[in-house]
């Protein structure tokens, strides 16, 4: 059973900073993709960044130059820097990981973690 554990939500002020971390476990043979999505009160789920083989990255246009995502594939960990935070980033973010473990690649999920930017 593959678990996504994510920490650092939180509260802050606008223009701050927060940084994300999440960190998968159970038996994985690869992880393909890693990001993360995020879902505010009344609205759709929606992709933020994203990091995959070879390093590529992708962010969604609104975050472009104010969040970075990186990965540390040996520790199957995905973090996500938010500096220049907006109360329009107030969300629940939600980790997400592409794995293949013993029997198949599938998609993941973590629990969610809150971030509030207050302004």
């Known amino acids: 059973q593959v678990q996504l554990v994510e920490s650092g939500g939180g509260l802050v002020q606008a223009g701050g900073s927060l940084r994300l971390s999440c960190a998968a476990s159970?038996?994985?043979?690869?992880?393909?993709?890693m990001g993360w999505y995020r879902q505010a009160p009344g609205k759709q789920r929606e992709l933020v960044a994203v990091t995959a083989g070879g390093g590529r990255t992708d962010y969604t246009d609104s975050v472009k130059g104010r969040f970075t995502i990186s990965s540390d594939t040996a520790k199957a960990t995905v973090y996500l820097q938010m500096n220049s935070l907006k109360p329009e980033d107030t969300a629940v973010y939600y980790c997400?990981?592409?794995?293949?473990?013993?029997?198949?690649?599938?998609?993941?999920w973590g629990q969610g973690t809150q971030v509030t930017v207050s302004s």
């Open positions: 159970g038996i994985i043979i690869s992880v393909n993709a």
């Open positions: 997400y990981g592409r794995v293949r473990a013993l029997r198949s690649e599938d998609d993941y």
